[in-house]
C-alpha cells in the first residue's frame, strides 16, 4: 500500500514560470514531511521540509504548503530555472519511527 | 552529497554471486540508513544502523541480505546468491543523529547493482 502517492510522474514548465508538485498521504500518523531532489545519477539532496504544526514553510524561491485536512502537500518553486530540472521527491517520517516514507517521483523539466 | 561515500558506483553481478555495498558516513555521522530504489520507484527504507548495532531492519528481505556498520569502517550491505530482482539503486545516508529529519542528513550518490 502506497502510503505517499505522487500522481504526476511528469510536470514541464517554462522557465520563470511557477513549478507546483504535489503529494498525498494516507497515514494519519506521519507529523514530517520533506523534499528532495535528485539529480540522474546522483543521491537525493534535501530541499525543503515541514513540519505538521505549520501549513507553509518558505526558503527562497522554495514553498511547501501542507493541508492536513486533505493530506496533500505541495512544493511551489518561483520562479522556475532550467537548473531546477531533476526529478522531486516527496517523503513522510513518523514520529519516533526511523524511516522516511518516500513517493515515487516527479520528474521536472523546465524549459527555456 | 559528495560527504557520504558510496562505493562502488556501479556493481555488475551475475546471478548467484555476492555483492558487498560499501557506505563511509560523514565524519561525525554514527547513523546510518539504508534506501533501495527499483526502477521507476520511489526509495524505499532498508535498514538503520548504529556504531556496531542494527537499530531497525524491518525493511530489509528476510533471506540473502544482511547489514553491518562495525567500529570501525564503512557499512556494509551484504546481498547473497543475488537473482535479477535485486538489480536497483542502493542509497545510503547518514546523520549524527537519530533519523532523517536532520539537516545535517545527507544522501549518498548511491551504487547502482545489475544482476545479470
Known amino acids: 500500500d502506497q502510503q505517499v502517492k505522487q500522481n504526476s510522474p511528469s510536470l514541464s514548465v517554462q522557465e520563470g514560470r511557477i513549478s507546483i508538485l504535489n503529494c498525498d498521504y494516507t497515514?494519519?500518523?506521519?507529523?514530517?514531511f520533506l523534499w528532495y531532489k535528485k539529480y540522474p545519477a546522483e543521491g537525493p539532496t534535501f530541499l525543503i521540509s515541514i513540519s505538521s504544526i505549520k501549513d507553509k514553510n518558505e526558503d527562497g524561491r522554495f514553498t511547501v504548503f501542507l493541508n492536513k485536512s486533505a493530506k496533500h502537500l505541495s512544493l511551489h518553486i518561483v520562479p522556475s530555472q532550467p537548473g531546477d530540472s531533476a526529478v522531486y521527491f516527496c517523503a513522510a517520517d513518523e514520529y519516533d519511527t526511523d524511516k522516511l516514507i518516500f513517493g515515487t517521483g516527479t520528474r521536472l523539466q523546465v524549459f527555456p | 552529497n559528495a560527504g557520504v561515500m558510496q562505493n562502488p558506483r556501479h556493481l555488475v553481478r551475475r546471478r548467484g554471486q555476492e555483492a558487498r555495498l560499501r557506505c563511509s558516513p560523514m565524519?561525525?555521522?554514527?547513523?546510518v540508513y539504508w534506501y533501495r530504489q527499483l526502477p521507476e520507484e520511489g526509495l524505499k527504507f532498508m535498514v538503520y544502523?548504529?556504531?556496531?548495532?542494527?537499530?531497525?531492519e524491518s525493511g530489509m528481505p528476510k533471506e540473502r541480505f544482511s547489514a553491518e556498520f562495525p567500529k570501525e569502517g564503512p557499512s556494509i550491505l551484504r546481498i547473497q546468491q543475488v537473482v535479477r530482482g535485486d538489480s536497483a539503486a542502493y542509497f545510503c545516508?547518514?546523520?549524527?543523529?537519530?533519523?532523517?529529519?536532520?539537516?545535517?542528513?545527507?544522501f549518498g550518490q548511491g551504487t547502482r547493482l545489475t544482476v545479470v
Open positions: 545516508a547518514s546523520s549524527p543523529r537519530q533519523g532523517l529529519r536532520d539537516t545535517e542528513a545527507f
Open positions: 565524519k561525525g555521522h554514527s547513523h
Open positions: 544502523l548504529q556504531k556496531e548495532n542494527i537499530i531497525d
Open positions: 497515514n494519519s500518523m506521519f507529523d514530517y
